[in-house]
């Protein structure tokens, strides 16, 4: 299920500069504003769908924030977080003097539960909790990387987007959750067998929109270890593993066929020739044309 609907705060002449909504991830919407001085935004109670995760992208500034009841006066700086739960009400007024830059992620909430449940958690007993300016640069990094994705057009493909929106997940619950549980894959393991299965699948669907779901689903797998149980089996991330093999296959087609390009990149399930360029150009040092003009 994707966030089919996120309503935004009340800013008075708030500029949208970038958003994932293009993209179309899924269970998160990325978006960075820029606000004139002496802003407000405010969000009534229940409006908001999604839990609400926002960071200041300035340098230090005064902040006024009210979640519920509570008010909070700070100064804050890069990588302060802000996090309102979904359908509580939130008002800020921003400095009087400077322009406000901020990156806000939006979280369904199901994405949380289902994290919290396969991880073996009781996902009716955990609850995000507010926080009014926190620093967690950690989760900054994470969003940065995620901001960084939008603007290369999604360079990276979903599974990349969603395997960073799953270490965001387990970080909430670890370090903002009511119970505030230790999420430890340890005790886990990838058999071989499985290993092997989750392989077959990925190299049977790389035309497709490969989500870290479907793959842990094709061998009985939580997916909230499994790209990490991957990775310690293969010594690679999932992603980056998925990547190698679309360029792969699109090496051997371009070598043994006469298929344009752009046919090549959805083959192999790219979005996009360039895509699929600049992938190729940074596995293999050359670019699709010149794989191509290399044929004897």
Not at 65 to 83: C, F, M, N, P, Y
Not at 121 to 127: F, S, Y
Not at 159 to 177: C, D, F, G, K, M
Request: net charge neutral; charged share 20%.
């Amino acid at each position: 299920m994707k966030i089919c609907s996120v309503e935004h705060s009340r800013l008075e002449d708030g500029v949208e500069v970038l958003s994932s909504r293009k993209i179309d991830w899924n269970g998160i919407i990325v978006e960075q504003y820029q606000a004139p001085p002496n802003c407000v935004g405010e969000q009534s109670p229940g409006a908001l769908l999604a839990h609400l995760l926002n960071f200041p992208s300035v340098q230090p500034m005064q902040l006024v924030q009210q979640h519920g009841e509570r008010w909070h006066e700070s100064i804050v700086k890069q990588g302060d977080l802000a996090l309102v739960p979904a359908g509580q009400t939130t008002y800020w007024r921003g400095p009087t003097d400077s322009p406000l830059s901020y990156l806000c992620v939006y979280l369904q909430p199901e994405l949380v539960t289902k994290m919290a449940a396969s991880a073996d958690l009781n996902p009716d007993r955990i609850e995000l909790i507010d926080c009014f300016s926190r620093f967690d640069p950690h989760l900054y990094q994470i969003a940065m990387m995620l901001l960084a994705e939008i603007k290369s057009g999604g360079l990276m493909g979903k599974l990349y987007a969603e395997s960073l929106t799953q270490v965001l997940v387990i970080q909430l619950l670890r370090n903002y959750s009511s119970l505030q549980p230790k999420i430890i894959a340890d005790r886990y393991n990838l058999p071989p067998r499985r290993l092997e299965n989750a392989i077959d699948y990925i190299h049977a669907h790389l035309d497709g929109d490969l989500s870290m779901a479907q793959i842990a689903a094709s061998v009985s797998t939580s997916p909230t270890y499994f790209a990490s149980l991957f990775k310690q089996a293969t010594g690679i991330s999932l992603h980056q593993y998925v990547i190698k093999q679309r360029v792969n296959r699109a090496k051997i087609l371009l070598e043994t066929t006469d298929l344009p390009i752009s046919n090549i990149a959805s083959q192999v399930g790219f979005a996009s020739s360039s895509h699929l360029t600049y992938h190729c150009k940074r596995l293999t040092g050359m670019t699709p044309r010149q794989i191509t003009n290399s044929k004897t």
